[in-house]
């Protein structure tokens, strides 16, 4: 499969897996308040769609939504291979995922006001969410590197 193609299907298999992780962990107590449901409340807040759709209907927009930024993110994984192609893809999962955590995760969603920052979340908070991006990332790679295996082509 060819490299860019490989890397969204990793994307999407890392989206799946990290909802499931974050539905698993608040159910069980392992994790608290997950990111997906402050977008949730976000959307809600920006939207009303609650009133409109439910809890449900607005937790399907987020979930879209989720898979769709983890497609377009796993995109990004073949130039960074090409640039760093030395580290295992698991090396390369931790970096990006930590990169996008920084960016996305401390740095854009406090100002959109999807969070309300990595210090007011609480080491715990950050901590948990710092995990699943990294767990976002390393998913998307393994899966990616298994579905090109053998293919040269981007």
Request: charged share 15%.
């Amino acid at each position: 499969m060819q490299r860019y193609k490989a890397a969204i299907a990793g994307g999407l298999v890392a989206g799946l897996v990290t909802t499931a992780v974050m539905v698993a962990g608040r159910k069980t107590g392992v994790l608290t308040k997950t990111l997906d449901r402050d977008a949730v409340d976000w959307i809600d807040d920006v939207t009303g769609s609650r009133a409109v759709i439910g809890d449900a209907g607005t937790s399907a927009v987020e979930f879209a939504n989720h898979l769709g930024a983890s497609a377009a993110f796993a995109a990004a994984l073949p130039a960074i291979q090409r640039a760093a192609p030395s580290l295992s893809p698991a090396t390369i999962g931790i970096l990006y995922g930590t990169a996008l955590y920084v960016v996305n995760i401390a740095g854009i969603a406090p100002v959109l006001g999807i969070t309300d920052g990595e210090i007011n979340a609480g080491p715990r908070k950050a901590a948990e969410r710092w995990a699943i991006h990294v767990l976002q990332a390393v998913v998307t790679a393994l899966v990616a590197e298994r579905l090109a295996a053998g293919s040269e082509a981007d």
